[in-house]
């Protein structure tokens, strides 16, 4: 089976650490990356399927660096999920573009579902 690479930009490594563990456990092949800045380049050196993208990360806005990918023809289809624990955060990450966005704290069941429906609708597009 030809494993999905998710790429986890998260500045938090103790988060980022998890993601990847558990992701693995259901076959995704993971990237994490605590640096913003480094999203376009990872998503090509990877051939990355979706990003999990963290609303704040070091001093940089998530919503930009998704209105970044959007704006760039090379990545313009990746899927992006963004994360926050930022009320009314969800708004936000879907005006610049994100396919979809969970909430922190989130149950593991809900994240993984959110990246299956994504990844089925890529595949039908």
Not at 13 to 38: C, H, N, Q, R, W
Not at 41 to 69: F, H, P, Q, Y
Not at 100 to 111: H, Q, R, T, V, Y
């Amino acid at each position: 089976m030809n494993k999905n690479k998710i790429l986890v930009v998260d500045d938090d490594s103790g988060i980022g650490e998890m993601l990847k563990t558990l992701l693995e456990f259901y076959e995704y092949d993971v990237t994490v990356t605590a640096k913003p800045e480094e999203t376009e380049k990872l998503i090509i050196a990877e051939k990355v399927d979706l990003v999990l993208l963290d609303m704040l990360i070091s001093g940089v806005n998530g919503t930009d660096v998704c209105a970044r990918l959007r704006n760039n023809p090379q990545m313009e289809n990746i899927p992006v999920l963004m994360m926050s624990a930022l009320h009314d955060a969800g708004t936000k990450c879907r005006e610049a573009g994100a396919n979809d966005f969970i909430a922190k704290p989130f149950e593991m069941d809900d994240l993984v579902n959110k990246i299956g429906v994504i990844l089925e609708s890529k595949a039908k597009s």
